[in-house]
């Protein structure tokens, strides 16, 4: 046993050095790879906008202000313009109503993406967990298209819509 011993780890030794070696080179010829950094830039666009979107969709009826403040933080453009002209009505909705909702994207995907220009789309199912203010709750699910902008903060929505469910 022992006589194998030395040439056993010999050729381990020899393995691991050209696993680290073509390692070391994938590793470097990838940081050079545009694809590479488009993808990157896919990932954070889709990400971002999952988490947006979930934002977009959740309020908590005994914090009205903290949830318009992260909806104004998830958005740029128009779309943060038109919601805080909003903001006084959807304040007194959702006083009125008491409604809870929180907001789960279940699946999303970027269909468009423009990184030198800053500017993506996504497609996202979501699912809305609404509570009454008696406590009952019901679950919706939703799908969304939305647009989003790379801004100095990272990528932000700048649009959004929802997808009509289609019969069939």
Do not use: H, Y
Request: hydrophobic share 50%; glycine share 12%.
């Amino acid at each position: 046993m022992r006589r194998w011993a030395g040439p056993v780890a010999v050729v381990l030794v020899v393995l691991a050095a050209a696993f680290c070696g073509w390692s070391g080179w994938v590793s470097w010829q990838a940081a050079g790879d545009p694809g590479a950094a488009l993808a990157t830039e896919r990932d954070r666009a889709l990400e971002a906008g999952r988490r947006q979107l979930a934002v977009l969709n959740t309020m908590d009826a005994a914090a009205v202000d903290a949830g318009l403040a992260r909806w104004q933080e998830a958005t740029t453009g128009a779309l943060r313009d038109e919601l805080a002209a909003g903001q006084a009505s959807t304040r007194l909705a959702v006083e009125r109503s008491g409604a809870t909702s929180r907001a789960t994207v279940i699946e999303a995907a970027v269909t468009a993406l423009d990184a030198e220009a800053g500017d993506a789309q996504i497609i996202a199912a979501v699912e809305i967990e609404l509570t009454g203010r008696g406590g009952r709750a019901s679950v919706e699910r939703k799908r969304f298209q939305a647009g989003l902008a790379r801004t100095d903060g990272g990528w932000k929505l700048k649009s959004f819509t929802a997808i009509p469910a289609v019969g069939g």
